[in-house]
């Protein structure tokens, strides 16, 4: 059968059915651009047409006819009054511009490459939440992961920020092991570089993981609005803590969550154990505290690595030494065991007696060491006496004599510490990057985020007794004397130092051990044992014990 051929205004003028095309589609684009507005109010008028009617519907039907009367006299009013009808209208088309104007989409899911992230987590999760005799199982190859993920949240690179995810009831999620293996897996696939939260619900089984926000480093020393007996060690998250504190930061105030340390008679953590490796912040945290602890007490400071970092302290008000050596470091701790005895003995005295306790036993006295293994390491080559024997004593009565013991050194040193350290140290703190295990051996937990290996200086844990991990930024608090601290850090130490002691007087007679004896001079000089009775001793002992 012969093709019949094509009209000619099919086969000749296909050229300028194109041009009329683009003609016609450059002529609607132009009258849209044009008449936008107008397109516009029609569709706010629109708009609100359809809002009315549907709240005509929605209006009893006892209820119309007062409505109708009260939108009557108010149309009566408005042509009462001049120029009303004019506002009216421009009110009503104002109002339909507002209504019909042009909105973002909203996203009511993940796009591709999201899509393609969760599908991915989803698969590496099956080989951990399958068992092969599940009748319906919840992870299973090629299967539905919107069953297994109920909520899920991206940032603006496409990056996982928040995640729940819904387990079967099976896995073994009060295993340490089973969790870290799952947390492992989860941190990998999602980014590593950042540092997540794992909140366990296995009563409901489901595991959230979230991305938290890094702390911040802004935050120097100051003043901090606390209660005798509190001690800011640094900042948290603000839903970690229920408690704000204000502070200066960048020259604004505003209120940031702290991580609040108690001591005294009645705390149930009195020392402080800090682990850290070298330039993690332990020696600013030290620092930190001796500034805040001397707005009510007194301070002695034994500095292990001897490189003057305390320097700034010597000679004021309140701080009793700063000994870099083995020899003044074990008459220092020597001079405290002593004055803890004392201390015992004289409450003992003022119990029996029914008295209050005196004033120079409850003013609290606090002993900071930092890098107290070196020294007992030194003290030990030279056959003098063991630091930690030394520190028995305070530790062991301290809460009740108001004596406060802070110690500061690196992993490698923990074993030297003895077990009186570990065992009397309830609060501890770890600094500087650590591995989940190092953080474990220290805080008796592991945290419930995953560390990252690159943090700033002061960044680390902290749990205070058998309460929770939480994350912790030292606040900034430099040696002032040094050449690389800036110049605002600087003055801001400079203000928290007490002022300078006047020149000490020669002593004319021995002082006897049951008053106190201020270390304004070497503590050398400080009888080693205190002349007291058995007896007293005996009775202080047997009431701290009971």
């Known amino acids: ?24 589609r450059t002529a609607t684009d132009s009258a849209t651009d044009v008449l936008q507005p107008l397109i516009t109010v029609i569709r706010g008028l629109r708009l609100l047409a359809g809002a009315g009617r549907r709240k005509w519907a929605a209006t009893p039907k006892d209820k119309r006819g007062p409505a109708l009367f009260a939108v009557a006299a108010c149309v009566f009013m408005v042509a009462m009054v001049p120029y009303g009808s004019i506002i009216t209208l421009v009110s009503v088309m104002g109002a339909a511009a507002w209504k019909g104007r042009e909105r973002a989409p909203v996203r009511t899911g993940p796009d591709e490459a999201e899509t393609g992230r969760l599908r991915t987590l989803y698969e590496a999760l099956v080989p951990y939440f399958s068992v092969a005799d599940d009748p319906g199982p919840l992870f299973s190859r090629g299967g539905d992961w919107t069953k297994a993920f109920s909520g899920y949240a991206f940032d603006g690179d496409g990056r996982l920020t ?19 293996r799952i947390e492992q897996l989860l941190h990998a696939k999602s980014g590593r570089g950042r540092e997540y939260r794992f909140v366990w619900d296995e009563e409901r089984n489901h595991l959230v993981m979230t991305v ?12 901090f609005v606390t209660a005798p007996g509190e001690t800011v060690l640094g900042f948290t998250d603000a839903d970690a803590v ?26 149930t953590e009195p020392h402080l154990l800090i682990v850290g490796p070298p330039g993690s912040g332990t020696t600013t945290l030290l620092r930190s505290i001796a ?67 005196p004033d120079d036993i409850r003013r609290p006295l606090w002993i900071l060491l930092d890098r107290p293994g070196v020294l007992g390491h030194l003290a030990a080559g030279d056959g003098g006496p063991d630091l930690r024997e030394l520190l028995r004593l305070p530790l062991r009565h301290g809460r009740a004599a108001h004596v406060t013991v802070v110690l500061a050194d690196q992993f490698d040193d923990l074993d030297t510490l003895g077990e009186s350290v570990r065992a009397h140290t309830r609060a501890r703190v770890v600094l500087g ?14 945290p419930h985020t995953t560390p990252t290996p690159d943090v700033p200086p002061g960044r680390g844990y902290a749990r205070l007794g058998t309460g929770p991990v939480l994350r912790l930024q030292v606040p900034a608090t430099p ?45 050398t000089a400080v009888p080693a044992h205190s002349p007291v009775k058995a007896d007293d001793r005996a009775a202080a002992l047997r009431a701290v014990r009971g």
């Open 1 to 24: 059968m012969a093709r019949r051929p094509l009209p000619r205004i099919l086969s000749s003028g296909s050229a300028s059915i194109t041009r009329g095309r683009e003609f016609a």
């Open 162 to 180: 928040r995640l729940q995810v819904s387990y079967p009831a099976h896995f073994t999620d009060g295993e340490a092991a089973s969790r870290a």
């Open 212 to 223: 938290l926000d890094p702390l911040p480093t802004s935050i120097g020393a100051q003043r």
């Open 242 to 267: 229920q408690r704000t504190v204000p502070v200066t930061d960048d020259g604004t105030t505003r209120d940031a969550s702290p991580v609040v340390w108690r001591t005294g008679a009645r705390s």
């Open 291 to 357: 500034l805040q602890a001397l707005r009510h007490g007194d301070v002695l400071i034994v500095e292990g690595h001897g490189t003057g970092e305390y320097a700034c302290l010597a000679g004021r008000d309140g701080v009793l030494a700063v000994e870099c050596g083995p020899d003044g470091a074990s008459a220092t701790l020597e001079w405290a065991a002593n004055e803890t005895e004392r201390r015992l003995i004289t409450a003992n005295r003022a119990r029996q007696a029914g008295h209050p306790a």
């Open 433 to 446: 990057p650590c591995s989940g295990d190092q953080i474990e051996a220290v805080l008796g937990v592991e």
């Open 479 to 523: 040696d002032p004397y040094d050449e690389a601290t800036g110049e605002a850090q600087r003055q801001a130490v400079l203000a928290l130092l007490p002022e300078r002691q006047a020149p000490a007087e020669p002593a004319v007679e021995a002082r006897p051990v049951e008053t106190a004896v201020p270390l304004d001079t070497a503590p």
